[in-house]
């Protein structure tokens, strides 16, 4: 699992405090695949959420203010890119808002069960800006 707020991957077992986990499973063909799973399909609060990007990584500069699935796992692969929001925060300025960043897969290791992914997020509360430099948006 991963938590966006404080861009640690987080254990399961030891915490619920996370936006997003991965898990694998066999699908109907016998394959197995892998996923991104947001915290509100597992049961807990709906406000980190996922929507795949239709562009290449390096592209992407702006995470979008909305359309982001909170109950629904994303089949992912080495090549999807991914928005993610995680979950409400308190801003030091009195409003709530997530923190935005873009993901991809780089490596998957189905036989071993993990993955390694590329995570560039904007750290201040509310902000959408994901290129590089000092964030205006």
Known sequence: AYDLINAAPVRTDRSTVFDFLFDMRVDSAGDTVAFLVPRGALGLSDDAGLQIARARFDTLFLAPSGGYDFHAE???????VLFARSRLQTCNFGLSYGIYAKLQPLVISRRERWTKIKIRLDPNC???G???GIPDR
Request: glycine residues 24%.
């Open 74 to 80: 994303v089949p992912v692969d080495t090549g999807t």
């Open 126 to 128: 509310g902000y959408r």
């Open 130 to 132: 994901l290129g590089p």
